[in-house]
């Protein structure tokens, strides 16, 4: 399996953008990259996940580097309610759609 | 529409007791896993469903068995329970096999062992 590697933590101001960043050098073609977060005391939730082209929705933005050893998750206002942790996941076909996680990145979100 | 619960919240086991998680889904998914987390740590999964009576493997099977007679519930079974298995346990689902669909998770198990 294809590992990424995320800051342990960061921090961020209520309504400003943060940019999370993840590397996965070893990427292969075919593997998606996804990004899930974990409230405090909740399951993971789907964030968001894209192939080569940078991807929106209404949670947030990944913007995927050219040569796909590294994806940016963008979230465009942070609230209190970001507070988490993500994690970002390579997912390769034909493994069963299981969900390998790292230790993530636990954001904090000042007022 | 109910999503993913499990049964149920919160467990206290001795050392050697049994018992059995219940996962269960209203969204007709195909997919169904057991992970459990660890203080500090991301999930890992355990055993997984591709359909209706299958089940597999996942990174830490020992000391677990599943069973998924019904599409819509995936039993998680700990025979003789170590306080090595004090963890938080969740379930997923996914609509089917694949790298594009999204998991959704229960909002956990969290079960101690003395």
């Known amino acids: 399996d294809a590992k990424t590697t995320q800051p342990n933590s960061m921090e961020s101001n209520e309504e400003e953008p943060v940019h999370l960043p993840c590397n996965h050098s070893?990427?292969?073609?075919?593997?998606?990259i996804h990004w899930y977060r974990q409230l405090p005391s909740q399951g993971p939730e789907y964030v968001i996940h894209g192939l080569t082209s940078n991807v929106n929705n209404r949670m947030a933005s990944l913007a995927i580097a050219e040569d796909r050893k590294s994806s940016t998750l963008i979230l465009h206002r942070a609230t209190l309610r970001d507070a988490a942790v993500y994690y970002c996941?390579?997912?390769?076909?034909?493994?069963?759609?299981?969900?390998?996680f790292g230790q993530g990145t636990e954001l904090s979100v000042k007022p | 529409n109910a999503g993913v619960t499990q049964t149920p919240k919160f467990r206290v086991l001795k050392t050697g007791q049994s018992m059995t998680l219940l996962c269960a889904q209203d969204m007709n998914h195909e997919y169904m896993y057991w992970y459990r987390q660890d203080p500090g740590m991301g999930l890992r999964l355990i055993h997984y469903?591709?359909?209706?009576?299958?089940?597999a493997k996942g990174e830490v099977p020992d000391g677990y068995n599943v069973s998924r007679l019904k599409k819509q519930n995936f039993l998680l079974g700990l025979e003789s329970a170590a306080p090595s298995q004090t963890s938080v346990y969740f379930c997923a689902t996914q609509l089917t096999g694949g790298e594009v669909y999204e998991q959704y998770f229960g909002p956990g198990t969290r079960l101690t062992v003395t």
């Open positions: 070893t990427i292969s073609g075919t593997d998606y």
């Open positions: 469903s591709v359909g209706e009576g299958t089940t």
């Open positions: 996941i390579l997912r390769r076909y034909n493994q069963g759609g299981k969900l390998i």
